[in-house]
């Protein structure tokens, strides 16, 4: 089964910018093989689909709160997706996870996730 580890959480001030990085972590399958989505979950809310990428990166989708602001990437060379967020806000504040679809495109469809890094935006 695919294992899917998040980093580059962290805090930062309102205003700044974090890139966080989906990679596949031991032996076995990459995630070069499916499309791959962000979620976040901030505390008492529920969770929240984010952004999601095609396998092959030609299609991409944002929710309307990071619209502008977020840009999801992928290096399948280095079996990675990325998650540039720019132009951060306190409400951006919540664990972010990612997820591998079960197919190369986006669906609702989704097989494993990561752990999860924090992301806190605050002055």
């Known amino acids: 089964q695919l294992q899917l580890v998040e980093s580059g959480g962290g805090l930062v001030q309102p205003g700044g910018s974090l890139k966080l990085s989906c990679a596949a972590s031991g032996f076995g399958l990459g995630l070069d093989r499916y499309a791959i989505h962000w979620f976040r979950q901030a505390p008492g809310k529920e969770r929240e689909g984010v952004s999601c990428i095609s396998r092959s990166g030609s299609s991409t989708n944002y929710a309307d709160s990071v619209k502008g602001r977020f840009t999801i990437s992928r290096d399948n060379a280095k079996n990675t997706v990325y998650l540039q967020m720019n132009s951060l806000k306190p409400e951006d504040t919540a664990i972010y996870y990612c997820?591998?679809?079960?197919?190369?495109?986006?669906?609702?469809?989704?097989?494993?996730w990561g752990q999860g890094t924090q992301v806190t935006v605050s002055s």
């Open positions: 997820a591998a679809d079960k197919y190369f495109y986006c669906s609702d469809y989704l097989s494993s």
